[in-house]
């Protein structure tokens, strides 16, 4: 069973940054690509940025420059580096696992972009 635990979220001043972090845990990391989504108070669930197993990045268009999502295969783990954050990136980010077949979420941590 694929188990997703995310890290690095907070509150942050607008044009700040912040690196999240996405820990698997069970078999075939290399086997699931990997993303990241978000969730605004009241809006639907957002597409941010993923990267499959097979490499190749693809990123929403309203983080587009500005976010970089990246994998360690040796280490299981999923990192997106957040720059010139803005108060309209507020939300819970979710870390996604995927195959084919399947689909994987962590419980997500908050990201707060204020002054």
């Known amino acids: 069973q694929v188990q997703l635990v995310e890290s690095g979220g907070g509150l942050v001043q607008p044009g700040g940054s912040l690196r999240l972090s996405c820990a698997f845990s069970g078999s075939g990391f290399t086997n699931h690509g990997m993303g990241w989504y978000r969730q605004a108070p009241e809006k639907q669930r957002e597409f941010v940025a993923r990267?499959?197993?097979?490499?190749?990045?693809k990123y929403g268009d309203s983080v587009k420059g500005r976010f970089t999502i990246s994998r360690d295969n040796a280490k299981n783990m999923v990192y997106m580096q957040m720059n010139s954050l803005k108060p309209e990136d507020t939300a819970v980010y979710y870390c996604?696992?995927?195959?084919?077949?399947?689909?994987?979420w962590g419980q997500g941590t908050q990201v707060t972009v204020s002054s």
């Open positions: 996604n696992a995927y195959t084919v077949n399947r689909n994987y």
């Open positions: 990267i499959p197993n097979g490499g190749g990045t």
